[in-house]
Every structure is written in C-alpha cells, then in structure tokens.
C-alpha cells in the first residue's frame, strides 16, 4: 500500500510541476482563476500534510501562492507526502480540526486518497480555464503518466 500511494504522489508531483512550468511560461495570459486553483491545491496538499504530521499552519486553504513559490512549494509538499507514506501506519486514525474550526478524524490512507483526488480534480478544473483562453492543457491523465 505504502508504495501505491508513493507511485500516485509521484503522478501528482509531475503533473503539478508541467503544469507550473507551463503557467509560468505565459503569465502575462493567464486567467486568474487558473492561479488561484493551483495555489489552492498546494495549500491543501500542504495542510494536509501537516495534519498528518500534528503541526498547526496558519494559512488558510485558499490563501494566495505567488506563482514563483508554487514550485518550491509543490516540491515540499511531495518530499513530505513521500516521507509519510514511508513512515506512517496508513490505518491509523488521526484527529484534526478543519479551516472552518471543526473536528474529524479519519484514516491516514483515506487522507492520502483524498489529496490525490483533490488535485486531480481541480487540475481538470484548471484545464478547462486554460482551454477557454486559448492555451494547451498540459497531459494529466494517470495513464499517460504510466505510459
């Protein structure tokens, strides 16, 4: 399981990053919806990285990544998912509060599922935005990634 997860990280990892590479290739087109997506799906990633790892972060969710920290960021955030799956029992439970104060508890393995489809789905989001502009989406299929 531990090496499922790391396989899917790594997907995340290089669709984040082509997709960073491209974006700031054409900033001066850019729709800021695209940015403020992507901004979000590091900023979650990396909250729920620290969830797991029991640390307090004072960002919000949908607080803004400038463009060129978004690849930095995304590199943490991966070093660290990485070093989660390596280290952590993926069935334990852990117990966080959310950006809106409330309390859960959920398995690390459903954690771990969760960002990865977090990502997916707001990349398909941010394809789309890059469609109406004009620009290419980059590939981000899982199966062209195991291709």
Same mark, same amino acid.
């Given at each position: 399981?531990?090496?499922?997860?790391?396989?899917?990280?790594?997907?995340? %990892?290089?669709?984040?990053?082509?997709?960073?590479?491209?974006?700031?290739?054409?900033?001066?087109?850019?729709?800021?919806?695209?940015?403020?997506?992507?901004?979000?799906?590091?900023?979650?990633?990396?909250?729920?990285?620290?969830? *797991? $790892?029991?640390?307090?972060?004072?960002?919000?969710?949908?607080?803004?990544?400038?463009?060129?920290?978004?690849?930095? @960021?995304?590199?943490?955030? %991966?070093?660290?998912?990485?070093?989660?799956?390596?280290?952590?029992?993926? $069935?334990?439970?852990?117990? %966080?509060?959310?950006?809106?104060?409330? $309390?859960?508890?959920?398995?690390?393995? $459903?954690?771990?599922?969760?960002? *990865?489809?977090?990502?997916?789905?707001?990349?398909?989001? *941010?394809?789309?935005?890059?469609?109406?502009?004009? @620009?290419?989406? *980059?590939?981000?299929?899982?199966?062209?990634?195991?291709?």
């Amino acid at each position: 399981m531990k090496e499922y997860f790391k396989n899917l990280f790594e997907y995340n %990892y290089q669709c984040n990053q082509a997709l960073i590479e491209k974006l700031v290739g054409a900033q001066e087109n850019l729709d800021p919806r695209i940015l403020r997506l992507l901004g979000h799906v590091l900023r979650a990633h990396e909250i729920w990285n620290s969830r *797991i $790892d029991r640390i307090k972060l004072s960002k919000g969710p949908w607080e803004p990544v400038p463009i060129g920290f978004m690849e930095s @960021m995304d590199s943490a955030n %991966y070093e660290a998912s990485k070093r989660i799956c390596e280290d952590s029992n993926l $069935d334990e439970v852990i117990s %966080y509060t959310n950006s809106l104060g409330d $309390d859960y508890s959920n398995r690390i393995s $459903d954690i771990l599922t969760h960002l *990865i489809n977090h990502g997916t789905y707001h990349r398909g989001q *941010i394809a789309m935005l890059m469609r109406e502009v004009g @620009m290419e989406a *980059i590939p981000s299929d899982f199966i062209y990634f195991k291709r």
